[in-house]
């Protein structure tokens, strides 16, 4: 394609570089923990909750990416039995891409234009989920990161 392209149109159309990164990352494990109460009665303030079933949902939603119902305040004077790790956060999925071209204007001096999207396909991705178990947030996401970012830029060089 364009090999009978006239100059000018090869200057416009012809030799443009893209590139992209393709991210995908499963999550990372989570604890639950219950903040600001000493239940052990060990003087640590960060105890575990009892699990006491399945902390996984078949749909999960950000309102409620696990299964709170399966976590409770185990007794005065005692440890929880949750695992560490016993939730899973949400992934990452992300496609960055650029696409620039160098414009030759004289013997030492050309333009460079660049085009950068991050996110290019508005994936969202989200922040882990609320793991304090006496929290009213407990089990939902409450942020995410950034949604598609362009930037654009010229570089002049001599």
Do not use: C
């Not at 903040?35 to 060990?42: A, I, P, V």
């Not at 950000?62 to 299964?67: L, M, P, R, S, V």
Request: charged share 15%; no cysteine; aromatic share 16%.
């Amino acid at each position: 394609m364009g090999s009978n392209w006239n100059r000018v149109e090869d200057g416009f159309l012809g030799g443009w570089e893209t590139s992209g990164i393709f991210t995908y990352q499963t999550g990372f494990p989570l604890t639950a923990t219950i903040s600001g109460l000493d239940n052990s009665q060990t003087g640590g303030l960060n105890d575990r909750p009892d699990l006491t079933g399945s902390p996984f949902f078949a749909n999960r939603s950000i309102a409620k990416w696990f299964n709170t119902a399966a976590f409770s305040l185990p007794p005065s004077g005692q440890f929880g039995n949750e695992e560490t790790g016993a939730i899973v956060g949400p992934g990452l999925v992300d496609f960055d891409f650029s696409l620039m071209k160098n414009f030759r204007l004289h013997e030492q001096h050309s333009l460079q234009f660049r085009a950068e999207l991050f996110n290019s396909f508005n994936h969202p991705n989200f922040l882990n989920p609320v793991t304090i178990f006496n929290s009213p947030a407990f089990g939902t996401i409450t942020g995410a990161l950034s949604g598609r970012e362009i930037q654009f830029g010229l570089r002049y060089s001599f």
